[in-house]
């Protein structure tokens, strides 16, 4: 089964902008589906355009827009002008999916929301995005949506400042929630011959996101603390040690079965620090005192040794790479999309529909 032909025959209206929206239309675009993007001229399209690094070229397609619109057609149409608004109700009228992440009250004025759209298309999906909820209006940015949602309370050092994660997760995650829905709704379709209406907010998005974390305080009554990549139930998970090169390689130590073996990979020998960590409670209650024994263990190894060893036998561990590290690794290298624009500019970005099917 080719993958990217499993929408061959699926029309999405994207009149979405930014990341989560353009997202969802980019997992379509993927399979297969025609995808056409609706971008306003007299704004210069989606904000994105606009949103290159210090060293971009400003003729070139930036490199963030890039990342979630390939293999799209792009309409340029004002839904002001009585012209383009035909133009793209037309292709309205023959799509299976509109993605949408217009305010209500800004989508209602247009005429282009979803009761409106499916009074007339009753076989339409209507997909749509708000930050806070359907009926709130309040702009909603990733950072603020981190800030709010708990996850920059949690994330960073200790005795450091709230960090944010470097990309725009809550619109990762709420774009993941969005294709879901619209599965469903293809599926629900599919047996009813009707469409429907699916919405996911920001908010909800990463409220739903939170996890084990949350259950740790909604079961135990502890509020999440900043401690860094260190695991709140788990020793040594996160922890970071340095090899004699210079490299530094993360722990994710689940059992007291891998415990032992990483001990025998490190050559600790001591029967009294093993017996010291020997459960994974011990290791939490004294996990300081734990890294300062396997930071002086791992000092002794070059990196590749050491990972080699500790692979082989199945201590889960990991090296931490830069960027260019990871994607010039072979199986990144096959996951990357390329698209040459009509101008020329090769364009290149991570493939998002990621699965496998047989």
């Known amino acids: ?55 971009e070229n400003e003729n070139l397609q930036s490199a963030y827009y890039s ?6 057609t792009i309409l340029w149409a004002d839904l002001k002008k009585a012209d383009d608004f035909e133009k793209v ?3 309205i009228a023959s799509a299976d999916v509109v993605i949408s992440n217009f305010k209500p009250s800004s989508a209602k004025q247009l005429g282009l929301d979803a009761i409106a759209l499916r009074q007339k298309f009753p076989k339409l999906i209507y997909a749509q995005i708000s930050g806070y909820g359907i009926a709130d209006e309040t702009p909603a940015f990733d950072v603020v949506l981190q800030a709010e949602a708990g996850f920059m309370y949690i994330n960073g050092e200790a005795d450091g400042v709230p960090l944010k994660m470097p990309i725009a997760l809550i619109d990762v995650l709420a774009a993941h929630q969005l294709k879901e829905a619209i599965l469903i709704a293809l599926l629900q379709r599919a047996k009813t011959g009707l469409g429907s209406v699916v919405h996911i907010s920001l908010y909800h ?114 090296d931490i790479r830069s960027m260019d590290e990871v994607l010039d690794n072979e199986t990144a290298q096959k996951l990357i999309l390329s698209e040459t624009l009509k101008e020329g500019q090769i364009t290149k970005r991570m493939a998002t529909a990621v699965f496998d099917i047989f």
């Open 67 to 72: 990342s979630v619109n390939y293999n799209k």
């Open 89 to 91: 109700l037309h292709h």
């Open 205 to 318: 998005a990463a409220l739903s996101s939170l996890a084990n974390q949350a259950t740790n305080y909604l079961m135990g009554g502890e509020i999440p603390q900043r401690m860094g990549s260190l695991h709140p139930n788990i020793a040594p998970y996160g922890e970071t040690f340095y090899t004699n090169d210079g490299k530094a390689i993360v722990l994710a130590v689940g059992n007291d079965k891998q415990f032992v073996l990483l001990c025998k990979c490190l050559n600790i020998e001591n029967s009294e620090v093993l017996d010291s960590f020997k459960t994974n409670a011990l290791r939490v209650q004294n996990r300081i005192k734990l890294g300062g024994i396997l930071a002086a263990a791992f000092s002794k190894w070059d990196s590749a040794t050491l990972l080699q060893e500790l692979k082989n036998n199945n201590v889960p561990c990991g």
């Open 1 to 55: 089964m080719n993958k990217k032909e499993l929408f061959a025959d699926l029309k999405v209206v994207e009149l979405a902008g930014v990341l989560a929206g353009p997202a969802v239309g980019m997992f379509f675009a993927e399979l297969g589906a025609n995808v056409l993007k609706v971008e306003n001229p007299s704004n210069n399209g989606d904000i994105t355009r606009g949103w290159r690094l210090e060293n």
